[in-house]
């Protein structure tokens, strides 16, 4: 009875608390309740239960796989030495299943800042411009540099533009159709095509921010089979870091015998809703459409496969 009465005034507490919601709560608990009643009808027209043909994974073994990917890079592969340091577990033994922009078939993670690094820079001249500008004039009346203001206060704008539209480059594709990983570029290095297997997660030291501001994992993929062209294992530097609770979630994505996680769900919403793939290349992926409700943006189906 006590369990019954507080799972009754679990309820009751979020019947007063949706009635007293204002603004952006209120915007949130209307938005989940939308959720809800949109599930109820994928059940009752059948639609949340329908079996969808998976001919759209690859159904291959890690041997094909290989094959298919030294064909796409033009040269075979070779064993990489082995790591110093040990490998993050691929289990996942966590509740976070937050793995980055998603839209079901892709997955596309940051590594550390090759376009972006480019970008950073670019907005720092903006700024050196801006502060150089302003001296001039309030200190020594001289106004030939005027032009630099606008310049440098537009500059940040078009900077953003200009990572945006190219932030691609330094993303990761973690395939789960091909199950295959595609490298970002370097400037060494042209994109290469590797098996989600030959891939490793090898954490480094957690960096604590200055007076308590937080901390930051840091992290690396490494590599054990590598294209032969290249003299050097490639490792991948992901920006921010990476935990292994986040790399063992891409490997549970990257496994075509089990659905994609729930909590992935919503990323493929918003993907859906724009009508733009994880890499930011193009329109969301075909293949995926049929896990969404056309009006409603929401995944309707049981398996999102």
Request: glycine share 6%; aromatic share 14%.
């Amino acid at each position: 009875m006590s369990a019954k009465k507080s799972i009754e005034q679990i309820r009751a507490d979020m019947e007063e608390q949706k009635k007293n919601a204002t603004g952006d709560e209120k915007a949130i608990f209307e938005l989940l309740e939308l959720r809800r009643k949109n599930r109820i009808s994928y059940r009752r027209s059948n639609v949340f239960y329908e079996d969808v043909p998976k001919d759209h994974l690859h159904h291959q073994t890690y041997e094909q796989r290989l094959a298919k990917a030294a064909q796409l890079n033009g040269c075979g592969f070779k064993e990489a030495k082995p790591f110093k340091k040990p490998f993050s577990s691929r289990e996942h033994h966590g509740t976070d299943n937050h793995i980055g922009w998603c839209d079901g078939q892709v997955v596309g993670i940051r590594r550390a800042p090759f376009w972006g690094g480019f970008c950073f820079l670019w907005f720092i001249l903006c700024v050196y411009m801006l502060f150089f500008s302003v001296v001039n004039i309030v200190f020594f009346w001289e106004f030939s540099y005027a032009y630099l203001i606008p310049v440098s206060i537009l500059g940040p704008m078009a900077v953003y533009k200009v990572w945006e539209w190219g932030a691609w480059i330094d993303k990761i594709e973690f395939n789960r159709h091909t199950g295959l990983v595609r490298m970002p570029f370097s400037f060494l290095r042209r994109r290469f095509y590797v098996p989600i297997e030959d891939i490793e997660l090898c954490e480094g030291p957690v960096v604590q921010a200055a007076r308590g501001g937080g901390e930051m994992a840091t992290g690396s993929l490494v590599l054990t089979k590598y294209p032969k062209r290249y003299w050097f294992r490639p490792t991948i530097t992901v920006f921010g870091g990476m935990e292994q609770e986040h790399w063992a979630s891409i490997v549970r994505f990257m496994d075509i015998s089990q659905p994609i996680h729930e909590d992935i769900h919503r990323t493929i919403e918003d993907h859906f809703r724009d009508n733009k793939n994880a890499m930011g290349t193009g329109p969301f992926p075909e293949s995926m459409k049929k896990y969404l409700d056309a009006e409603d943006k929401q995944v309707n189906r049981r398996d999102v496969w």
